[in-house]
């Protein structure tokens, strides 16, 4: 009120309305950014190895392992990525190295190879690879909250989770994401309450 009478009094001279500042505003234009209207993407992406999953001709299959001898927390880490990810299966690393777990993985048939990695007791990375000819990519590991830790956390079911891939809008986010998105099935249930969000 006291600001609306001082500009009636002075008049011209009064102090211009400021317009609110957004986040919006400050946001520069990325011609990285991918449109609907970019036929050249979405052509890649017809013939990318991530297609048939999308296409329903190849079911997911993901094999987890960790190191030689895990810690408690890769355990639960391992329990919680089985649970959140359909076909996924957990095979002990014992003294395999890495090179023999993807040709064992290849063999049995696993489109996917997830390595959980520890350091002091307390999972620190996760390398996935697409089978058999990549992509393969790591990634560090900030925290960990198992779901049980979650307040006020609702019953898992057993379906095909719907998945949600947030800002994946340039070129090579919408390369991740069709990464991620090819370790689910690509029909999930949405009667369930399963919901995964990258």
Known sequence: VKKAKARDELGEEAVPKEKPKMQEDNREYDDTIVTQQ???VYADEKDDEFEPYFSHKITPKIMITTRERPCKEAYLFVSEL???IPNAYYYERKKHSLISMCKQAGEKEFTHLIVVGEHDKKVNSLIISHLR????AMFKVMS???????AGVGEVTNHNPELILNNFTTRLGRRFGRFFGSMY???PQFDGRRVVTF
């Open 144 to 150: 960990f909250v198992p779901h049980e830790d979650i």
């Open 133 to 136: 000819k990549g992509p393969t």
């Open 82 to 84: 089985m649970g959140m």
């Open 185 to 187: 099935p690509s029909q």
């Open 38 to 40: 970019d036929d050249e």
